[in-house]
């Protein structure tokens, strides 16, 4: 069959695992060297190819290549940058085609979350009708977990592992040292829609008593006087409190308690952080002694801590895309499969995208207990097996190694392009 | 020779080895049952010894006590509780030896920073005069590197690895997004004094250019105009910015930035965090896009990534304060004497607690770079070995595997003490 060129760009929030999946898409491509020729990789996610800046991969070294497995953030570079609706922005969308054509490109690899996955859709759309032979796959990765029929989002699970161990380290602390000092700590994680991560946090402790002793989710409304008393009741009855909370924490009327009105000297809106905003009313309601730690990306960048699960996926979701793709198998996403919980077993499976794209998965209510701050047995098989299992990347000097892209530009063959 | 008892406590902050340095003292204690009979833990720190709260480590399993080399946090329970002075507090520290003659103890092994460095001395010289003969012997531990005469502290390489690993890690995320998400990352660091742990978060970039590239210490009085100045200037020129700054970070006059006055909207001055106050110096200034991190305990107590040294050297110092008070030597410290930086060479020695007590070592002016914003080259020598070599936890079921004490008491023989 003919050879054609592949193209694979990054999207959104980066994670531990994305470049994972870069490899796993870049590596399954270089087994197939009958079907596909290069792999341009968009720098700068899909503006690279609306600018026609690409990266020519086959120049990378294939330990380069290799390397990305365990190498953290985005190499190719991703973007906060949405695709606009297709009837009125149509020149963008041409403009890829055109880009595609100019480089013989046949094959759309685009990795990312749900808007991603709708612009895959779209780009696929138009293609067809432009009657341009294109095959698009989206390949899922966010560490929100909420991409739908997919059982869970490549970047999750090593999230989750991460915050549960941190939870679990931090609380070993907490506990050493409460008869004198500090009496509650928060730790503050990523979710500004849905309480996954938060969840996960919950993994670190499993009787009663064990930290965390509060998980604070978007999903169920705050009530300061309520949160406040089981602080309390921890404190006394445990000697300490944990506290794991969601930056996507909100009351009532969906005001974020980030949010709640804080002021600087200058009369600036201080500047978000649910913790300090937990912390002080604790500070104010209780008076206990309270630390807080705000984990931000450190939480999606930590590839020193993946679940190896993740990490298996991410690279499993990137080489089913090539199949898929030299299969015929357009606008389709990888999906991953449960087979069964314990012993845990997985397969990748596919889903088309028009069932994907514009539908976000959220925590089921069951999946949080009664109380409001904790996790149902149902939640915790679900999130028990997406944190097995380590992959340490390799150390040089006591650093993670990680994978330096050479980045050869492609020489551009289009007039420039202004997004 | 006659067999009598050991006592060991930990004192202060914990890390993510004073458990390796308790598994050396015990483990060492054991192998000489005809001189040390039972190993008696202070629940609490010097707590436990004041109130005869004492925890009988015999009756832990073998397992447990090797566990202690792999589990963070304090084990027996730590406090922040400093000993008055000797002449008006006499009774405190009679009532230690009260308790130790009671229980016949006749060894005092105490783990912590310059203050127990301090008690400890005390203690020794008390027992002295009293004419009991004890050895103590102080068992070195702070993640602050301020110990005096030891090459470096206990708990420091870890918390040093922690640091410069998550620098690394979210550098690459800046880096992959910056062209159209966040421009400037700060992450703060502990260290109220001393500029230790910030300049670890250095060792994550070498070349021109590689982040982090402003590193913020408390020993160089913050210039606001100086510091936004720098991070235009590498957000101009590399893209992005990513800042570690020290919690001790303070201006000429003394007043930490984390202090500046900020008030929350009952009015209550804000709660620390120097992370989100250099951030909205940031956006007030540049109007950079900015997201910002506060590791607070998770770098002290995040074993999962202990530096290699770091376990060996805990380890090795709580051996090495056995071994020295069956030799007789009371009121010593187990020092690490460093023997060559590459290949980097150590070796246990020990000095008198005379000459350790009451001095801090401070980040000599030669470690920091003339324009104040990162290290030199000597300082990059005295802290790469520091954090050389992996030693990962067992991990079980996705999580790090921790000993949990029994915490068997022993029987009480003295009236109660109020403390």
């Given at each position: ?143 929100d977990n909420d991409l739908p029929i997919t059982d ?200 088309p995208l028009a069932e994907v794209a514009n539908r ?60």
């Open positions: 069959m003919a050879q054609h060129n592949a193209f694979y760009a990054q999207s959104g929030g980066v994670t531990a695992v994305i470049n994972a999946s870069a490899c796993g898409v870049i590596e399954a491509c270089q087994r197939h060297p009958d079907r596909i020729g290069k792999v341009y990789a968009g720098h700068n996610g899909i503006i690279g190819a609306l600018t026609e800046d690409l990266i020519d991969v086959s120049q990378e070294s294939t330990e380069t290549i290799a390397a990305l497995r365990h190498t953290p953030g985005g190499a190719f570079g991703s973007c906060r940058y949405k695709l606009k609706d297709i009837e009125s922005h149509r020149t963008q969308y041409e403009r890829l085609i055109e880009v595609f054509k100019a480089h013989d490109i046949r094959y759309f690899f685009y990795n990312g979350g749900g808007d991603s996955a709708d612009t895959c859709l779209k780009v696929s759309q138009l293609s067809e009708k432009m009657g341009y032979p294109l095959t698009a796959i989206h390949v899922p990765k966010t560490v869970n989002s490549p970047g999750f699970g090593s999230v989750a592992k991460y915050i549960a161990t941190s939870t679990l380290e931090t609380s070993l602390d907490i506990a050493s040292m409460c008869a004198t000092s500090t009496k509650v700590f928060v730790l503050e994680v990523m979710g500004r829609h849905a309480g996954w991560i938060a969840a996960a946090g919950a993994l670190a402790g499993q009787g009663e008593g064990e930290p965390p002793h509060l998980v604070i989710f978007p999903e169920v409304p705050f009530d300061r006087a309520r949160a406040m008393a089981r602080v309390e009741a921890c404190v006394k009855q445990y000697g300490y409190c944990v506290v794991v909370v969601s930056e996507g924490a909100r009351y009532e009327d969906g005001t974020f308690l980030a949010d709640s009105g804080n002021t600087d000297a200058f009369g600036h809106r201080q500047l978000g952080g649910v913790a300090p905003t937990f912390a002080g009313m604790v500070k104010q309601d209780l008076g206990y002694k309270y630390h807080w730690a705000v984990a931000d990306y450190l939480q999606r960048a930590a590839r020193h801590l993946a679940s190896q699960t993740d990490v298996e996926q991410a690279y499993a979701v990137g080489a089913k895309a090539v199949e898929l793709a030299l299969d015929g198998q357009n606008a389709m996403m990888p999906t991953i499969q449960r087979v069964s919980d314990a012993p845990y077993e997985w397969r990748i499976e596919a889903a976000e998965k959220f925590m089921p209510r069951e999946f949080i207990r009664e109380d409001g701050f904790g996790i149902t047995e149902a939640c915790r098989t679900y999130l028990a097996p997406l944190i097995l299992g380590e992959e340490f990347p390799p150390f040089e000097n006591g650093l993670p190694k990680v994978a330096r892209i050479a980045g050869h530009k492609v020489a551009r063959k289009l007039p420039e392009f202004t997004i």
